[in-house]
């Protein structure tokens, strides 16, 4: 999956209703962006409720959320491909494998 930049807030709510479905825990994102409306939360239910809405401000922020084992780390205003791979080798760095979308 794409970073989720381009969703609309009902296909936000759709993730999250699917992530939960399938024991993800969080999702975390490195902005709070306004996208969970109402819309988003109606589209997710049976799953909203079950996944904490994590905002990474930083890498410390995301180390910290690969050291506690979230299941997917969402990137989002992505300005250039080395701030995706940086993110890739810190958490490769930390053992990890954990997704990065």
């Known amino acids: 999956m794409e970073d989720l930049d381009g969703f609309s807030p009902h296909n936000l709510g759709a993730v999250a209703r699917s992530a939960a479905h399938f024991g993800v825990k969080a999702i975390v994102r490195d902005v709070e962006d306004g996208r969970w409306t109402?819309?988003?939360?109606?589209?997710?239910?049976?799953g909203a409720e079950f996944i904490a809405r994590v905002v990474v401000d930083d890498l410390a922020d995301a180390l910290f959320a690969i050291e506690n084992n979230v299941d997917v780390i969402a990137m989002s205003f992505v300005r250039r491909p080395e701030d995706v791979l940086e993110l890739k080798g810190l958490i490769q760095g930390a053992g990890a494998s954990t997704p990065v979308v």
């Open 38 to 46: 109402a819309a988003a939360f109606r589209t997710a239910e049976g």
